[in-house]
Antibody, heavy 120, light 108 residues
Framework: QVQLQESGPGLVKPSQILSLTCTVSGGSISSGGYYWSWIRQYPGKGLEWIGYIYYSGNTFYNPSLKSRLSISVDTSKNQFSLKLSSVTAADTAVYFC????????????WGQGTMVTVSS | DIVLTQSPGTLSLSPGERATLSCRVSQSISGNYLAWYHQKPGQAPRLLIYSASIRATGIPDRFSGSGSGTDFTLTITRLEPEDFAVYYCQHYGSSPPYTFGQGTKLEI
């Protein structure tokens, strides 16, 4: 059974780069069955989809974040990563990695989430 | 952009009762690309329903989804204590591809 686990710093300074990695276990990131996604949840509980990457490297980003966002995949490590630049306090949130099922068209699998605070 | 509006904001019920949660979409959506999740405190959301009415693997049959076009409903018959959580609907479309509702809190 596929499981996801986020990792990365819990505190980032304003204007710097937020970097997170999601490790996929229990299955291959190259299986082709999922789009590997990032979602964040604000302290007020709203959920925002950030973007996704396919194992081939194809990406699709939320237009509101596109200019600051980069998502990459490392199939050799079974990981995908998020980089968000020029962060502000508004980027403070719990960040989840999730797997969007190609067949079922839904976020079938979620990581436990990691809290990232942007503060000096 | 498509907006998903969930109602009510909070629903107070007791175990054994029936819950009806609504998700209204600002534009009619084709393909019934609508999913429901619930989230318990400190946990990630969990998929309940996809394609408006199909239960995800392992989801009990007291959960059911219905609707089409702009109006969708999640019904939970015979509430169990573990069902009290926040429920989100989510749409799969083109711009942006994935949009969530603001959530309905189901409380005892």
């Amino acid at each position: 059974q596929v499981q996801l686990q986020e990792s990365g710093p819990g505190l980032v300074k304003p204007s710097q780069i937020l970097s997170l990695t999601c490790t996929v276990s229990g299955g291959s990131i190259s299986s082709g069955g999922y789009y590997w996604s990032w979602i964040r949840q604000y302290p007020g509980k709203g959920l925002e989809w950030i973007g996704y990457i396919y194992y081939s490297g194809n990406t699709f980003y939320n237009p509101s974040l596109k200019s600051r966002l980069s998502i990459s995949v490392d199939t050799s490590k079974n990981q995908f990563s998020l980089k968000l630049s020029s962060v502000t306090a508004a980027d403070t949130a719990v960040y989840f990695c999730a797997a969007w099922g190609v067949v079922n068209d839904a976020f079938e699998i979620w990581g436990q989430g990691t809290m990232v605070t942007v503060s000096s | 952009d498509i907006v998903l509006t969930q109602s009510p904001g909070t629903l107070s019920l007791s175990p054994g009762e029936r819950a009806t949660l609504s998700c209204r979409v600002s534009q009619s959506i084709s393909g019934n690309y609508l999913a429901w999740y619930h989230q318990k405190p400190g946990q990630a959301p969990r998929l309940l329903i996809y394609s408006a009415s199909i239960r995800a693997t392992g989801i009990p049959d007291r959960f059911s989804g219905s609707g089409s076009g702009t109006d969708f409903t999640l019904t939970i018959t015979r509430l169990e204590p573990e069902d009290f959580a926040v429920y989100y609907c989510q749409h799969y479309g083109s711009s942006p591809p994935y949009t969530f509702g603001q959530g309905t809190k189901l409380e005892i």
